[in-house]
Nanobody, 123 residues
Framework: QLQLVESGGGLVQAGDSLKLSCAAS????????MGWFRQAPGKEREFVAS????????DYKDFLKGRFTISRDNAKNRVYLQMNSLKPEDTAVYYC????????????????WGQGTQVTVSS
């Protein structure tokens, strides 16, 4: 089992920045492609960003690219999501997820999930 624990969420104002962190344990972290997803109240969970096992390939939800940056540190077993210029519509629970086979935008691909961290952006 790969355990994932997110942190770094909180209450911020519009325009602020936050950096989410996801700590992995239990398996070899560098074997996994990682993704960030989010779920806003009353909405389905949606893809935010993904990163390949090496960090060499990243992918973003189109309208988030430029404000959000995904990165990873395999030596620290962590994946990060830097979020800048936050907007009230970014309010959601943010989840990290792991997949060994190749990652992608569909949540069905991901095998392991964290419990999520709440991000609330006030206007």
């Amino acid at each position: 089992q790969l355990q994932l624990v997110e942190s770094g969420g909180g209450l911020v104002q519009a325009g602020d920045s936050l950096k989410l962190s996801c700590a992995a344990s239990g398996r070899t972290f560098s074997n996994y492609h990682m993704g960030w997803f989010r779920q806003a109240p009353g909405k389905e969970r949606e893809f935010v960003a993904s990163i390949s096992w090496s960090g060499g390939t990243t992918d973003y939800k189109d309208f988030l690219k430029g404000r959000f940056t995904i990165s990873r540190d395999n030596a620290k077993n962590r994946v990060y999501l830097q979020m800048n210029s936050l907007k009230p519509e970014d309010t959601a629970v943010y989840y990290c997820a792991a997949d060994r086979l190749g990652g992608g935008r569909s949540e069905d691909i991901y095998e392991y999930w964290g419990q999520g961290t709440q991000v609330t952006v006030s206007s």
